[in-house]
């Protein structure tokens, strides 16, 4: 089976993160406030509510979520990611996969997926969050794409696609069908926010290489570093700031009750 016909759950996402922890909790972005609030709203009052990050990483998105007051589970499987991890008194980290969260039956009031969900098999995760979510509870699955009508954004885009040799990911990152078509949740819904990522130099080459699929090493690295200095010194404004653009989408759905 070729790269292009691979799924992306089936290129060892575990443990593929493990050198990358660093750069990604430093250098990966955050989500907006509005999509916070719109993942958040109508499910009762935070302090009562328990949610489960899965596929958590070094937990920017559980942090959001626990300081709005909710008790996070932050479930991730590798361990460098869970150990550089930023934490907060209400999160937890655990050690589990989107196909098997280790959670008891309808334990919490919101599954949540940041940036993550193209790596799990879709089926037996969606079965999973199913299980686990409470009869009331709420799945949001949120991808921040890089926005390519943006300049900026769409000329680093394009270095990071060469940089990792055209990588299946980088067309496959936003992969929301098997959502769209499971019957535990029905009635998806999709909210889109905008969100722009301010970085230095420094941050901007760190950025990169947060990427799972980027060379560390070697001279598609080496390039990928020079590519990116001239790309800075072209669009860095006076403060020597760049800034990449993404889209934020937020897909919502409810639990089925009678599957």
């Excluded at 990427?211 to 990116?228: F, M, N, T």
Aim: with cysteine.
């Amino acid at each position: 089976m070729s790269d292009e016909t691979t799924p992306l759950h089936a290129m060892n996402p575990r443990s593929r993160f493990s050198d990358r922890a660093a750069d990604y909790v430093k250098y990966r972005p955050s989500y907006p406030a509005a999509a916070i609030d719109t993942i958040l709203e109508g499910l009762g009052a935070a302090g009562e509510l328990v949610a489960a990050d899965i596929g958590a990483g070094t937990g920017i998105s559980s942090r959001l979520l626990a300081e709005r007051g909710l008790r996070v589970l932050a479930i991730e499987p590798n361990a460098a990611m869970r150990q550089a991890a930023d934490l907060h008194p209400l999160m937890q980290f655990c050690e589990g996969t989107a196909e098997a969260t280790n959670l008891p039956d309808a334990s919490v009031d919101l599954v949540a997926c940041f940036q993550a969900f193209h790596w799990f098999d879709p089926e037996p995760s969606l079965l999973e969050f199913h299980r686990i979510l409470k009869l009331s509870g709420r799945l949001a699955v949120v991808w921040n794409d890089r926005d390519r009508h943006d300049e900026f954004t769409q000329s680093y885009s394009s270095l990071v696609r060469k940089a990792s040799n055209n990588h299946p990911a980088e067309s496959r990152l936003v992969s929301v069908g098997p959502l769209l078509a499971s019957c535990h949740f029905p009635h998806v819904r999709c909210h889109t926010f905008t969100y722009r990522q301010k970085l230095d130099l420094d941050g901007l080459i760190g950025r990169a290489q947060s990427v799972s699929y980027i060379p560390r090493s070697g001279l598609a690295h080496q390039q990928l570093v020079s590519d990116l200095k001239q790309l800075h010194k072209r669009a860095g404004d006076d403060r020597g700031l760049v800034y990449l653009v993404y889209r934020t989408s937020v897909y919502l759905a409810n639990r089925t009750i009678n599957h």
